[in-house]
């Protein structure tokens, strides 16, 4: 007997990606074959060396720069603590002490941001509003010469908006201060040239874009001086102790030169994908209203539906075949109302029946259509159970 397949729908590429079967195939050619260490002096060990010099052109070439400018690193948070890290390290001594960063940061930022503040170190949080873009005279306002570092990302993990970040770092520039962008959510998925951006630093991660798990990169400016964050062997250039996980970083650079290959296609497609998926919902589901009005990574949307508590309608639609998610993967789980949402403006209850849909290159035609027609009955049956009316305004 030939059971029937539920279909299963994966819209949380924001928290990660499908590995590329051709990522797969490298990792583990590398893991069995080339396993000398980089720094060794021995064939074995410029084999590796060689995996790891073309892995650092690939990534550098994704966002257009030199690969002598790129460090890898053990994934996004770690380019993140490197990056501000680093970067405070080194400007300490001049006596600069006021860093600068916004109210919708991830937390590998945020947090990294709070335990310097607890040495020795000043911290303004530049606001966004209800559109969640960063407005540069609030940044003109914030910052002085006692600033050290900006550091703003490049599009947000929960509500995709970009952030106008060439603009923010002349500010910075003007000032002194280096700038810094997390790029976990567009390196891979949106055009970058970090040229065009500013930047003097830039993180990227290597499962945002159908690479490895646990392996990513920090940009640095020719020029940026940094203190490392880990002490220990001089790979990376003494940039980043221990020693390199070629086969991760083959991955990575695999990933990224797939990436690059196919952008403009595929930020165009998810971009008609996803236009589609949210104006049905709007139009097929009374009481919803999208969150995060400024210009967007292609790839996501996030929906308040009225009523409904986000948790309820994602397991409804997980039970469907569904997998969207409620914010930001790392603080899933913990009930408080996202960060992001409530630093929009947003109400408690708004934040909470928020739903974050995240496509990328597998989603199809035939899923969002399924997806669209899936939603209306989950939520009616999700409102009545809560007692809610569906002719709602979103506050
Ligand atoms: N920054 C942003 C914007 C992210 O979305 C994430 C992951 O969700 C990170 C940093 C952390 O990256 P990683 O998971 O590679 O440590």
Redesign the pocket.
């Known amino acids: 007997m030939v059971r029937s397949q539920k279909m299963r729908i994966y819209l949380d590429h ?3 990606t499908p590995v590329d079967a051709a990522v797969v195939d490298t990792v583990s050619d590398v893991l069995s074959n080339c396993y000398g260490n980089a720094s060794s002096v021995h064939t074995f060990g410029q084999s590796a060396k060689a995996l790891l010099d073309d892995a650092r052109r690939a990534v550098a070439a994704l966002v257009d720069a030199q690969s002598s400018e790129i460090v890898f690193t ?7 603590n490197l990056a501000i890290r680093g970067a405070a390290g080194r400007i300490k001594p001049s006596g600069r002490r006021h860093l600068i960063t916004s109210t919708i ?2 937390e ?2 945020l947090n990294t941001i709070k335990d310097l503040t607890q040495h020795d170190w000043t911290a303004t949080y530049l606001p966004v509003g209800a559109t969640g873009v960063v407005n540069p005279s609030d940044l003109e306002a914030a910052i002085s010469e006692q600033t050290a570092l900006v550091s703003i ?1 490049h ?3 929960e509500i995709g908006t970009l952030q106008p970040i060439s603009e923010l770092a002349s500010i910075a520039h003007a000032y002194g201060a280096l700038f810094h962008t ?1 790029a ?2 567009t390196a891979g998925k949106h055009p970058i040239s970090v040229s065009e951006l500013n930047v003097d630093l830039l ?1 990227i ?4 874009f159908n690479g490895p ?2 392996v ?1 990169a920090l940009w640095i400016k020719r020029g940026t001086r940094l203190t490392s964050s880990l002490t220990g062997g001089r790979q990376e250039r003494n940039r980043r102790a221990g020693t390199e996980n070629v086969a991760g970083i083959s991955g990575l650079g695999i990933a990224a030169k797939i990436a690059l290959n196919k952008l403009d296609h595929d930020t165009s497609r998810l971009g008609q994908l996803r236009d589609r998926l949210e104006a049905e919902i709007l139009c097929n589901v009374p009481g919803t209203e999208v969150n995060g009005t400024g210009q967007r990574v292609t790839n996501t949307s996030n929906i308040s539906f009225l009523g409904i508590e986000a948790e309820a309608l994602l397991i409804a639609l997980d039970l469907e075949g569904i997998a969207v998610s409620t914010g ?3 603080s899933s789980g913990t009930l408080e109302p996202s960060h992001v949402l409530r630093a929009m403006g947003f109400s408690p209850q708004r934040a909470q029946s928020s739903i974050r849909f995240s496509l990328g290159l597998g989603n199809t035609d035939e899923q969002i259509t399924h997806v669209i027609r899936s939603l209306p009955p989950i939520v009616s049956k999700l409102r009545q159970l809560s007692g809610h009316q569906t002719a709602l305004r979103v506050s």
């Open positions: 924001n928290a990660t053990g994934g996004g948070t770690e380019s993140d940061e991830h590998a930022v990302m599009a947000n993990n997390d976990v959510q993180s991660s290597g499962h945002k798990k646990g990513g930001s993967a790392c």
